[in-house]
């Protein structure tokens, strides 16, 4: 991102931001309520419309570009509060972030052997997902009875399903109990090694988060004040004012 | 009531039945499944109804080979004397004819929804109901100020194609109607259980989430509308052909707020609760109906607005005691998540 700038109203939600994320790694957002982390997360996303500035994947400009756009370049998100499809069933749930289901479309639809096997690949990697993040006894129940925190990891699930490059999540681990938020960040990591993934990750919890990411970013106030390695970000003394002290 | 009177009393039932589900079936898969309020639906029953009269007279000449230079909508009447007695002297060709003015009727549904649709689609839900309610009134007026369409206020008649049945016609009418409406049913039910039902419904949950995971929210949307209007045009050009008539007043009162009310008891975003609200819906309103003047020493009022008091206190009762209706919609499982015999369930 250069020097992007959002505004709502008067306010000034960020203000000249500008910070990249290396192919690859794990880089975390810090910083207080209201500083301007998930708009930046809604503007890369095409959620947000920058009042200014650029937004670049790679060597392609995306600023602007409309949320399927986004989603489709290979780019996917979580939201600060859950944001499930309510009478979805949690496996359903995975199943419709899959980008390129045949039985999606009104005319295949109708023929069942277009799509079946397919719909029987999705569901088979989707279990295993559920699997994984503990959810597996949810999965054929509508997610509206989940818990707070097993909402946030369905949404995880979901961007999973994506198979994208680039993740964004904002607060993935609120509401999860450390055990199974050390094994989250811990398969993030394993991710990365495995297939080259990058994650964007927004998160108030640093005793579980800093012993995962590569970069730091903080946030305050809509501007970027810091970024770098954790060791040095947070005993950066703007940090510790802004942010670290509260 | 006599046994006659309880068989023409239930063959009436049924063939309304049929018609009113059909309609509610395609408000359920905007409304209930997708999330548009449709408060439109009379446009694309009633230009199913329209299109469907003002073509079958003329489609019915060419194909039957009728030598006649009247005009089939200002001769209505004659014409469809030299059209009738080839109809009802055979059974396959006025089959063949119904499937023609079905598919006619479909497609002028599917028609208007495009018309009143394509310029609000984008908007939000609310904004989308009022551009769709204000394009309901429309074709009203057209049917009663252009007379080539229908004749005018005074209307035409259509073919009769249940005419072979001779006696039998409004049994056989009905049931060759419960038949397409049963068949129609079974399609809406299976196609909500595919993947791009999922869809839908993901839309109407969360359209925002659903944006963000690269579904083209307007074109998913547009297909709900296109197939919930041939759905409701099917239905306009079933119960012309049964009526036998068509007349410019289809009022939105009949066909956007009463599937509105049958689909809201029924449960929305079930079919099988549309179903059984529908059936409830108007098997009370015809029993209102029939009975309702023997009630009428006793009240305080004249009894023929005793079927909108009753149904519109039911109405007001569901929507607070049991909004969800009388049957919740049921989160259906995967048909590729089902454990096959002998395998255990994924997960």
């Not at chain 1, 489709?72 to 499930?84: A, D, E, H, K, W």
């Amino acid at each position: 991102m250069k020097e992007v700038v959002t505004s709502f109203g008067k306010l000034r939600a960020l203000d000249g931001v500008t910070l990249s994320v290396e192919a690859g790694s794990v880089t975390l957002l810090i910083g207080p309520n209201g500083s301007g982390k998930t708009t930046l997360v809604n503007v890369i996303t095409g959620f947000q419309r920058p009042g200014g500035g650029h937004v670049y994947y790679g060597e392609k400009e995306i600023t602007g570009w409309s949320p399927q756009r986004v989603y489709r370049l290979g780019i996917t998100r979580t939201f600060q509060v859950p944001s499930l499809f309510g009478k979805l069933t949690t496996l359903q749930n995975l199943l419709v972030a899959d980008k390129t289901h045949p039985g999606e479309s009104f005319l295949k639809s109708h023929l069942r052997h277009l799509w079946i096997n397919h719909e029987k690949e999705t569901v088979e990697k989707a279990s295993g997902i559920l699997q994984t993040l503990g959810l597996a006894e949810q999965s054929d129940k509508p997610v509206s009875v989940l818990s707070g925190g097993q909402m946030k990891l369905t949404e995880l699930g979901r961007a999973l399903m994506s198979d994208a490059k680039l993740y964004l999540l904002d607060e993935p681990i609120s509401g999860v109990n450390p055990t199974l938020a050390l094994e989250i960040f811990a398969r993030i990591v394993s991710l990365r090694k495995q297939f080259g993934m990058t994650f964007f990750i927004i998160e108030h919890r640093l005793d579980i988060a800093l012993k995962y990411v590569d970069y730091v970013n903080v946030m305050a106030s809509g501007k970027l004040i810091a970024a770098g390695a954790p060791v040095q970000v947070v005993s950066d003394p703007k940090v510790i004012e802004a942010y670290l002290a509260r | 009531m006599t046994l006659d009177q309880v068989i023409l009393f239930t063959v009436d039932l049924l063939a309304l039945f049929s018609v009113y589900l059909i309609i509610s079936l395609g408000l359920n898969l905007q409304q209930g499944v997708t999330g548009i309020p449709n408060f439109g639906l009379v446009l694309a029953v009633a230009g199913g109804a329209y299109i469907t009269a003002s073509l079958s007279t003329r489609l019915a000449i060419y194909l039957l080979n009728v030598h006649t230079s009247l005009d089939p909508i200002v001769n209505n009447v004659t014409v469809l004397q030299l059209v009738n007695p080839i109809l009802r002297s055979s059974p396959w060709i006025s089959i063949g004819l119904l499937i023609l003015f079905l598919i006619i009727g479909g497609a002028s549904g599917a028609l208007m929804g495009l018309i009143s649709s394509a310029p609000a689609i984008r908007l939000r839900e609310d904004y989308l109901a009022i551009t769709l309610l204000a394009f309901g009134e429309i074709l009203n007026v057209v049917g009663t100020g252009y007379d080539p369409l229908i004749g005018g206020p005074a209307g035409t008649s259509l073919p009769d194609i249940f005419g072979w049945a001779g006696q039998y016609r409004f049994y056989w009418a009905t049931l060759i109607m419960l038949l397409v409406a049963v068949m129609l049913f079974v399609y809406i039910e299976r196609l909500v259980k595919t993947p791009f039902g999922r869809v839908l419904k993901a839309i109407r949950d969360n359209e925002n989430t659903a944006m963000s995971l690269g579904k083209d929210i307007t074109r998913y949307r547009m297909s709900s509308i296109l197939i919930g209007s041939i759905l409701c045009g099917i239905a306009g050009a079933l119960w012309a052909l049964y009526s036998g008539a068509v007349t410019p007043s289809y009022d939105r009162l009949d066909y956007t707020f009463l599937p509105w009310l049958m689909v809201l008891l029924g449960g929305m975003g079930s079919n099988v609760g549309t179903a059984v609200g529908t059936l409830v819906f108007v098997t009370l309103d015809e029993l209102i109906d029939y009975f309702k003047y023997s009630f009428a020493p006793f009240l305080p009022f004249n009894v023929v607005w005793l079927n909108y008091l009753l149904l519109g206190l039911l109405t007001i009762f569901i929507l607070i005691y049991r909004p969800e209706g009388i049957i919740r919609e049921k989160w259906t499982s995967t048909p590729a998540a089902r454990p096959q015999t002998g395998e255990a369930k994924p997960g």
